[in-house]
Structures are given as structure tokens and as C-alpha cells.
T-cell receptor, first 114, second 111 residues
């Protein structure tokens, strides 16, 4: 069974640009969550999607958005990039809606903003 | 809102036992999880406690006390490969499911 796949793995952007990151969950998983990870900050919750609906959103500005498609694949978009957006963006999927706590993470997309 | 507290760093020697504590504050608490992350890798699930008590999985055990909003991860017979970051995470149902992570504990295992 394939794991969670995130693309691209690495990318470099400049301030003011926008970026779209993609996540393909494990087959059969309908819940996808996104996290931002920076050194010393742990994983900051961005949003969670289930069956194409955003069920929860973290405390991030409106520049951060996402969506989920009917095949459960998800994308997140960051517009008007700032230097502080440089981070590892992790996607996680779960079959149970996370009720048993087990999230399956992808390897992440490392974004560098110059 | 939600908040989790865990030590930033712990050092132990190979073969020893180490305990990483986690205290949390959240509404809609559902359960406490632990994840391991090696440098450059993705977080991987270690354990989940939905009820009070101890859960054991090989060398790792996890404990939860809902009344104290407290849990811990216990690692026994430490090995060098256990050097990693460990995150506690709270699953909460607040009008929708989400899992909130602590800042992580960096574990250094010395020979």
C-alpha cells in the first residue's frame, strides 16, 4: 500500500510569489490534515479536510488556503509569500478521522522563501 | 484553545530508561498520541491513549491521566537509534476533528 505522497519535495520561491503544494493520501483515507513545521515550533496545524469539506482551520492568515478533491487528494496554497513562510509543510492522512490518533505523514514539502 | 507542554530536550545513556512528560489543555479532548521524528524524516506514529492507563508496545509505553491532563512516553532499553524528536499530540473534537502537536522533545542517547 503506497504511503502519503507529497509534491514537490523541495522548492524555492521569492517573496510575493505564491505556491501550491500537493498531497495524495493513502488509498481509502478520506481525512487529510496539513501542518507547518519550523525549527523549535513543532507542528502547527493548518487545516483538516474530510470528504472535500474543511472541518477545521488553525490560526494562520488567509494567505494560507487549501482544498480537497473527490479522490481525497489535497492541495494547499500560500499566496503573497513572506520570508517567515519558509518551513517544512507536512500532510497527513487517516482512515478513522483521527479518532484513534494515528496520522500517516508524508515526507513533506520543504519551502524556502528568498 | 489548545496547548501542550513537554520538555525541549532530554539526554540519556544507551540501555537506560527515559520518560518524556506532556501536559495539555484543550476542550473536546479525545486522546493523546506520541510521534517520533528523526532528522530529515516524517513523523511516525508510536502510540495512542484514549483511556486512562498504560499502553505498551515493545520498548515503548505511554500513559494517560485524563483527570490530570497529563501523559508520558516511556522508552526502555534505549538504543542509539532512539535519538530523535518526540511529539505528544492531542486529538480534539471541537466542531471538527483536529490533532494538535506539542513543540517536541529532542532526545539524545549517548553511548
Amino acid at each position: 500500500k503506497a504511503g502519503v505522497t507529497q509534491t514537490p519535495r523541495y522548492l524555492i520561491k521569492t517573496r510575493g510569489q505564491q505556491v501550491t503544494l500537493s498531497c495524495s493520501p493513502i488509498s481509502g483515507h478520506r481525512s487529510v490534515s496539513w501542518y507547518q513545521q519550523t525549527p523549535g515550533q513543532g507542528l502547527q496545524f493548518l487545516f483538516e479536510y474530510f470528504s472535500e469539506t474543511q472541518r477545521n482551520k488553525g490560526n494562520f492568515p488567509g494567505r494560507f488556503s487549501g482544498r480537497q478533491f473527490s479522490n481525497s487528494r489535497s492541495e494547499m496554497n500560500v499566496s503573497t509569500l513572506e520570508l517567515g513562510d519558509s518551513a517544512l509543510y507536512l500532510c497527513a492522512s487517516t482512515a478513522s478521522g483521527g479518532l484513534t490518533g494515528e496520522l500517516f505523514f508524508g515526507e513533506g514539502s520543504r519551502l524556502t522563501v528568498l | 484553545g489548545q496547548s501542550l507542554e513537554q520538555p525541549s530536550e532530554v539526554t540519556a545513556v544507551e540501555g537506560a530508561i527515559v520518560q518524556i512528560n506532556c501536559t495539555y489543555q484543550t476542550s473536546g479532548f479525545y486522546g493523546l498520541s506520541w510521534y517520533q521524528q528523526h532528522d530529515g524524516g516524517a513523523p511516525t506514529f508510536l502510540s495512542y491513549n484514549g483511556l486512562d492507563g498504560l499502553e505498551e508496545t515493545g520498548r515503548f509505553s505511554s500513559f494517560l491521566s485524563r483527570s490530570d491532563s497529563y501523559g508520558y512516553l516511556l522508552l526502555q532499553e534505549l538504543q542509539m537509534k532512539d535519538s530523535a524528536s518526540y511529539f505528544c499530540a492531542v486529538s480534539a473534537n471541537t466542531g471538527g476533528f483536529k490533532t494538535i502537536f506539542g513543540a517536541g522533545t529532542r532526545l539524545f542517547v549517548k553511548a
